[in-house]
């Protein structure tokens, strides 16, 4: 970081209004709306930056404390959002200033992850950050649920109705099971909950299909979304999830009841989500919405947390080069049993891949496989090793189905 920039917590009396004028041009916000968002994020997650000198702070971020699932284990993530730096400052540097600031604060509390949706891509990888992921978007008439859901058995036993506050635990119970199955996808914490609840504004409703002893299957938080003049409107989803396939096709049944008003269906989807696997035929259409970026901070710890195949018992050196966290930049020994790793220092192995820390992160979470990035020049080690690489890290497409 640069000597003349400061970078730490803010004061909320002293520097909340310029957090908002900051919010306001990068992000073309409304002050009012500007400050809820800083406010209910809460101030001890924002952090400032300011040159030597300067009254005010010309850039901010907001830390979001939350976990993501890899190999089926909470892996603690630190996520990024608000990124903003004043018109009159941009372009010296500031912004990644900032990052690098922020980088080396999580990786110094120990944090094995940061994760951000990036307005722009090339900032975040001067700072170590890489594409390991995808958001998309699914689109499905409604019209269409009804006949072509696969496998369908009646539903025997399960009844639709409208959730309430009291039936939260269950609701997060049934998340908890659905995500620590999908590489990628966030172990919530309630800035996100809060964000199903309303999105932009418009606050979502549950329902929830239950069985016959009155316990939650399958839930989804909905809107509509009304066309002028026509008077129809789209569904839209916040959230969906089951614990059950018979209670997640009677979630999609319900929603295709929405038929006689409703055009389409729109929520968070990949092409190999749970929802779109129900449906037997091509009668959706996904695009992609944004790619995410991951940030390994705190390598050791990164390698810990998460799962691994639980068939696969593998040892491989990660002879890893990270310029900005020179903590991280040493040969790590993994051992991987059990759908455990342990990692400790060591020296190069002939079992071993070197790679950049923005390579790893691709590799972690399974965006690309050893021998992919291998092609592309980013990972070298020899052909057993490459081979291991691919097995101790498989866990299928990440994806993630929130944004922040």
Known sequence: MSRDVVYGSIDEARDMDALVRLIGYAF??????????????????????????AAAAEACLLRIPMGQYFGGKSVPMSGIAGVA???????GGLATAMMTA????????????STLYASTQH??????YEVAGMAYNATVPVSEIARNLIAADGGVGLTVRALTESDEPAIREIY????????????RGNYIWNRIKVWREVPHSPFG??????????YAYISQDRHLPTGKHDVKLSDIAWNDASAGRALLAFL???????????FSASPTHPAIGLLGHTIYSISMKDPWMVRICDAEAALRERGYPRGVRASLAIDLYDPLVTDNSTCWALEVAGGDGRVQRGAPTGNAIRCSVQTLSQLYCGYLTASDLSRRGLITGSAGAIETADMVFAGGAPYMTDFF
């Not at 073309?28 to 000198?53: C, D, F």
């Not at 730096?85 to 372009?91: Q, T």
């Not at 295709?256 to 729109?266: E, Q, W």
Request: charged letters at 25%.
């Open 28 to 53: 073309a916000s409304e002050p009012k709306g500007a400050r809820e968002w800083l406010t209910k994020a809460g101030a001890g997650n924002l952090r400032a930056a300011r040159r030597s000198g």
């Open 85 to 91: 730096v004043g018109p009159e400052s941009r372009g």
């Open 102 to 113: 922020c980088v080396r604060e999580i990786a110094a509390e120990g944090i094995a992850l």
């Open 123 to 128: 900032l975040y990888r001067k700072v170590g």
């Open 176 to 187: 908890r099971q659905w995500a620590m199955a999908t590489p990628g996808t966030l172990d």
């Open 209 to 218: 299909i239950v069985n016959e002893a009155g316990q939650l299957q399958a």
């Open 256 to 266: 295709g009841g929405f038929t006689t008003m409703a055009n389409d269906l729109k």
